[in-house]
């Protein structure tokens, strides 16, 4: 009787233990869900608020500290969005998309009336942190911060690099010209592809065949095509010296107005107004392959004699020397742009390497306008190798300021 | 007639009855695939007439010829022509118009925005170069052609500094050592979890070294003898090799254009390839 006691207290037991532990399970389980499901998450706290530093207006750094359940706590928080409005009960438009385990944000809208997200300048502008869960009904704002206002700067800090440097080259820039006009020689080294020009131009005159200038297909803005000018200059005042012809095709109108003029200019310093014709420089198209097609075209009618590739040009440099082999002329091409120099390094009799386009100014011209510019770009070269052993020097030792500083960003 | 102009007169018969044919048979192909018919003529006729104008583009490999000249001022008539027409509704009546006069902008119905009396300058700046037209008035156009070539010489000397001779001198900025371990790992472990550093570190001395006598070449105002000749030998080889890796590059570039016209004239007009 004492075992059947026993065995049924023990049962019993058993079931009590078995029913409340199921029971503390689904209770927990339920509180779980509960948790998930309904309780806010912990808001993101500390939220500031300032406009953007070293910019031209129109853009506020917002910065904040994650949510309590954001990596601990209940767990819940997945990310955060910014919303802002203009007045602290106003409406509020979100600013961001998801920020994913981030603290910063850079609002950031257009600066021109008229166009999408126009921020202007000295409004306020009042923020919330929203921190947000899987469930879009459950999140949590932070407080509202505000007013802020955004506006720009009259100067860019993070540019002082940029500053120093254009300083200091254009006061180099001004010391070696007023030393060249001073009556000081500035040397300038031998350009094999600028002196070949002078050849070149005397095979045309005797062959009695004309010199092809092809001004590339850069804008009268491009340093390359200004460069280019004076080269042209040059050309074109000992064409009218030999009375050779000279055919200057023109990717650009502007380019070609200014080509026009410049060889006007050479013509009559070579006292040979008479001999120059508008027609000699000519708008061909705006088109890369089209402009192509009608230089080729002249190439291979005209013959002329020598050509003469100087500015900037693209895909359409090796067409241009390969037809200019074909019709056997002299080619002499010079660019600054760097993908494009091997086509001419193949395909042409001399070629001018990135900045000795610029230095052929200087070594024709001979003007201490150009020769002390020259010389104050060795200078900024040699700077430049300067503080590249001193960033070396510095990195090693584990110093990063200098690398910062010459760091420009925004 | 001699014997030239009538080979060129066979050859051009050659030419129009070939494009007659390939004309119908697109024409058929296109009827065929369900196309409707004055649609599949007319598609079959531009399908015809591109192929025609490439082979003539090709045509200029053998020797300059009519057809090659007919294709070259098709191409330059037209971009030129369309250029213009670009020009004139993006730049004067989609830009300016609109900012100045709400009459204008109605006549080429196109939204009229707040009235801006600086773009005034660049009207002012387009008619005195204009004035080139005139044979009394064409020193005004000067004027212009300063402004322009001026202002973004200036521009471009911040631009040109910041981006290219800055970000080339933090660029530059690189350890000559870079958490050197010696030279034993390289030789007995030559993965690159083990030769990393030693392979950076060779680098970054390749990067120093073609940086500096890059530099040391492009020195206009010093005679290139001695160690500046020696260094500035260096610097034309490593321009060299830059130049030649930069050929076959873009080479290969090119091809991948080639290979997208013989496409077009073997898919899209000959049908050969699907």
């Keep these: ?410 | 007639m001699d014997r030239s102009r009538r080979i060129s007169l066979i050859i051009f018969a050659g030419i129009i009855i070939l494009f007659i044919l390939s004309w119908i048979i697109k024409s058929t192909t296109l009827l065929n695939v369900g196309t409707e018919s004055l649609l599949s003529i007319r598609d079959a006729f531009f399908i015809t007439f591109a192929a025609f104008l490439t082979l003539a583009i090709f045509s200029f490999l053998y020797k300059d010829n009519p057809y090659y000249k007919f294709a070259e001022h098709l191409f330059v008539g037209v971009s030129a022509a369309y250029w213009m027409c670009v020009g004139f509704w993006s730049t004067f009546v989609g830009n300016f118009i609109p900012k100045v006069s709400t009459t204008l902008s109605n006549f080429f119905e196109v939204p009229p925005k707040e009235f801006d009396i600086f773009y005034f300058i660049p009207l002012i700046l387009g008619l005195m170069l204009l004035m080139r037209l005139s044979p009394k008035g064409g020193w005004l156009s000067r004027w212009s052609l300063a402004f322009i070539v001026g202002t973004t010489a200036g521009l471009n000397l911040i631009r040109y500094l910041r981006t290219d001779f800055i970000t080339q001198v933090s660029n530059t900025f690189i350890p000559l050592l870079v958490d050197w371990n010696g030279i034993g790992p390289f030789f007995s472990d030559f993965s690159l979890s083990a030769s990393g550093q030693f392979v950076m570190t060779l680098g970054n001395w390749v990067i120093f070294i073609g940086v500096f006598s890059g530099l040391i070449y492009f020195f206009f105002s010093k005679e290139h003898k001695g160690f500046f000749g020696h260094a500035s030998r260096v610097g034309i080889w490593v321009l060299m090799i830059t130049f030649g890796a930069s050929f076959g590059y873009t080479v290969m570039g090119r091809v991948s254009l080639l290979v997208g016209r013989l496409t077009f004239l073997f898919k899209d007009w000959l049908g050969l390839i699907s």
């Design chain 1, 1 to 410: 009787m004492r075992l059947k006691l026993l065995f049924l207290s023990c049962l019993l037991l058993i079931f009590i233990c078995t029913s409340a532990f199921t029971q503390d399970e689904a209770v927990v389980a339920d509180s779980l869900e509960t948790t998930a499901e309904t309780i806010s998450p912990a808001p993101a706290t500390s939220l500031t608020a300032i406009d953007k530093p070293d910019d031209h207006g129109h853009g506020i750094d917002l910065s904040w500290e994650l949510s309590a359940d954001d990596g601990g706590g209940l767990m819940s928080v997945m990310g955060y969005m910014i919303y802002r409005a203009t007045s602290p009960d106003g409406s509020y438009e979100a600013r961001s998309g998801l920020l994913l385990n981030v603290t910063a944000y850079s609002d950031v809208g257009a600066m021109n009336e008229g166009e999408n997200d126009y921020m202007p300048d000295y409004t306020d502008y009042y923020y919330k942190v929203r921190a947000l869960t899987t469930d879009s009904a459950v999140f949590a704002d932070s407080e509202i911060l505000g007013p802020v206002q955004s506006f720009g700067q009259w100067f860019n800090w993070k540019r002082l690099s940029v500053l120093l440097l254009v300083a200091g080259f254009l006061f180099l820039t001004v010391y070696f010209i007023q030393k060249a006009k001073g009556g000081a020689k500035l040397f300038v080294r031998r350009l094999a592809g600028i002196e070949a020009v002078d050849e070149a131009i005397g095979r045309a005159t005797e062959m009695g065949k004309p010199i092809l200038y092809v001004l590339g297909l850069g804008t009268a803005a491009d340093i390359a095509t200004i460069a280019s000018y004076t080269i042209l200059s040059r050309v074109a005042k000992k064409v009218a010296e030999y009375q050779t012809g000279l055919i200057v095709p023109c990717y650009d109108p502007i380019v070609m107005a200014i080509a026009q003029e410049t060889v006007k200019t050479s013509y009559m310093n070579a006292g040979r107004a008479d001999a120059y014709n508008e027609d000699m420089v000519y708008f061909v198209t705006n088109q890369q392959f089209a402009y192509v097609a009608g230089v080729n075209g002249v190439m291979l009618r005209d013959r002329p004699a020598t050509n003469i590739y100087m500015g900037k040009f693209y895909a359409e440099s090796l067409i241009l020397a390969e037809t200019g082999v074909a019709a056997g002329s002299i080619q002499i091409a010079g660019t600054d742009e760097i993908s494009q120099i091997p086509f001419f390094v193949v395909a042409c009799d001399y070629t001018l390497i990135g900045e000795e386009l610029y230095a052929a100014s200087a070594y024709l011209g001979k003007e201490p306008l150009l020769l002390g510019s020259l010389k104050a770009q060795d200078y900024a070269k040699a700077c430049l190798i300067f503080l590249a052993i001193i960033g070396f020097i510095t990195l090693m030792f584990g110093y990063h300021g200098i690398v910062d500083f010459f760091h420009v960003a925004g």
